[in-house]
């Protein structure tokens, strides 16, 4: 099993990631912005088709 260092925001994103999230919806602003940039540049989240939307 691989490891990932994660910052807070990107734990919380990978968590929803993982949880089954099926859309992120932000205003930008910390920490929905780090949170955001996280889930977009996923892989995952490309695969699974969740919604990202600022």
Sequence with gaps: M???LL???EAIA???IDGGI??????HG???TEIMEYAQ??????????????
């Design 14 to 16: 990978q968590g929803a």
């Design 2 to 4: 691989q490891k990932l």
């Design 30 to 32: 910390t920490p929905s």
């Design 7 to 9: 910052l807070g925001d």
């Design 41 to 54: 540049h996923s892989k995952e989240v490309k695969e699974k088709s969740i919604h990202c939307v600022w």
């Design 22 to 27: 099926s859309g992120f919806y932000a205003y």
